[in-house]
């Protein structure tokens, strides 16, 4: 891999959003390192970039965080960061399994902490760097059925935007982003084996409109991107409602999926 070239290091890159991350960044001219856990997802994407690093890894796992992070700190052209690694659970909190729990809460929390901790090291001595955590619009809610996953979410967004301010608060040029998608057309929902025909096609985005509307946003210092209007508008709205027709609303999505 040239060394000359700044790298951009993208977990969960085998699909979806990571995935497109990793080919809209390639032809930015970045090297890529390509984290997931499926190594032939990976090798394929590698092959088709030509110019990308293949490290498997299960981000849920220390001694794997352990090894991404030496890797990061070994990097010193590492100039982007997307920490997009993540997975979703559905059913009451306490009726779910805690291991599933815990291991989401290692993905979505602790090694975002480790590697986005890792490579800031680097970017803010050299003054230049990005870092693009994937959140969810679902950080601003509190719906029953994905305690945790929401829960994860909003503290990916608090943060985010606590770095903004520390980066800024020293001078620092490295610009980070929590990047809030909605619906978006990629394995997650699938894998969480949500029948996609119930939910209004208004809704749904491609991962390619949800990356492009992140770098953008970025160009943009941007801090909380919300891709799509429909959801920029309902996050906006809900902010705003008091806390008891928050609630009203939440129990309302739960009555029904307790229906489902």
């Given at each position: 891999?040239n060394q000359q ?59 794997d965080v352990r ?108 610009r980070v982003q ?83």
């Amino acid at each position: 891999m040239n060394q000359q070239r700044p790298l951009a290091l993208v977990t969960g890159a085998s699909s979806g959003i990571g995935a497109v991350f990793a080919r809209r960044l390639a032809t930015r001219g970045y090297g890529l390192l390509l984290v997931a856990r499926r190594k032939d997802r990976l090798e394929q994407l590698a092959a088709e970039l030509g110019n990308a690093e293949v490290l498997v890894a299960d981000l849920s796992a220390a001694s794997d965080v352990r090894r991404i992070e030496e890797r990061i700190v070994a990097a010193q052209n590492l100039d982007f960061l997307v920490n997009n690694a993540g997975f979703g659970t559905l059913g009451r909190f306490w009726q779910a399994d805690v291991e599933g729990q815990d291991l989401m809460h290692r993905v979505h929390v602790n090694a975002i902490v480790r590697l986005t901790h890792a490579a800031l090291r680097g970017m803010v001595a050299r003054g230049r760097g990005n870092i693009i955590n994937v959140s969810s619009v679902a950080a601003f809610l509190h719906n029953p059925f994905n305690v945790g996953y929401g829960a994860t979410k909003a503290w990916i967004n608090s943060f985010t935007e606590a770095l903004h301010v520390e980066l800024r608060s020293v001078g620092s040029p490295v610009r980070v982003q929590a990047l809030c998608p909605g619906f978006t057309h990629s394995e997650f929902h699938d894998r969480l084996g949500i029948d996609r025909s119930l939910i209004p096609r208004s809704l749904w985005m491609t991962a390619e409109e949800v990356v492009e509307r992140s770098l953008a946003g970025l160009e943009r210092n941007e801090l909380i991107v919300i891709p799509g209007w429909r959801y920029r508008l309902l996050v906006g709205i809900y902010y705003w409602l008091p806390r008891f027709v928050r609630h009203a609303i939440a129990l309302k999505y739960g009555s029904l999926r307790n229906r489902g």
